[in-house]
């Protein structure tokens, strides 16, 4: 590879970083060279050109994209974002712009906890949606308490009705009107884990509260 950027009179690169090698070029060369003003720093003998570790493949990456046509031009502006997004999003809210910890095989623990976090969180959030599907589509089945009133409302709208006009059939003890809005296979769910599938049960289980 040094073949490849050593000038004729140069010499080879004297020190090395994790990053990569350094190419200093000869004093004598940039003395005599038109571009120096250009191409040198100020008080600089001579040019130095650091050469990274993957000098070559980036070399292959930036010929393979010289080489795109619009089709591949175009899928890239369209999926750059959904890539460029979850980066800023790992760095900026789950502190993966800064390590933890030293060591290359901590900072993958890091990355890797970092990626099941953000995917934890998109479940998450998938089956909060799933949940709201769900009651939109039993909140839009037509009863006796909703079909009369707005029924183009929005579907958080009629699923707040329905809960209300049940909770007021409830306790004005209209048992048939509060039965009517139960869907087949309904399950209400209580603090302490108790679960009622029936009418029965909730007045069954309420009916101490209501003696008092």
């Not at 040019?47 to 292959?60: D, E, F, K, P, Y």
């Not at 046509?69 to 750059?80: F, P």
């Amino acid at each position: 590879m040094w073949s490849d950027v050593r000038r004729r009179s140069g010499s080879p690169p004297r020190n090395s970083t994790k990053s990569g090698r350094w190419y200093r070029a000869d004093r004598r060369d940039c003395a005599r060279c038109p571009l120096k003003a250009r191409c040198l720093p100020k008080r600089a003998p001579s040019r130095r050109v650091q050469i990274v570790t993957n000098h070559a493949a980036i070399l292959r990456a930036r010929r393979k994209r010289a080489a795109w046509g619009e089709d591949d031009h175009a899928i890239y502006t369209r999926h750059r974002w959904q890539v460029e997004g979850a980066h800023g999003t790992a760095k900026t809210l789950h502190g993966l712009a800064r390590a933890i910890r030293k060591g290359l095989e901590n900072m993958k623990i890091q990355a890797r906890m970092t990626a099941i976090g953000m995917n934890l969180k998109k479940l998450a959030a998938a089956v909060m949606l799933l949940v709201c599907s769900i009651m939109d589509m039993r909140a839009a089945r037509p009863n006796p308490a909703s079909a009369a009133s707005n029924p183009k409302g929005k579907p958080h709208d009629r699923c707040e009705r329905l809960v209300r006009a049940y909770l007021a059939a409830m306790e004005a003890r209209d048992l048939p009107a509060a039965r009517a809005m139960l869907a087949p296979g309904f399950a209400m769910v209580f603090p302490g884990d108790v679960r009622m599938t029936s009418l029965a049960q909730v007045l069954e289980w309420t009916a101490p509260a209501i003696a008092e």
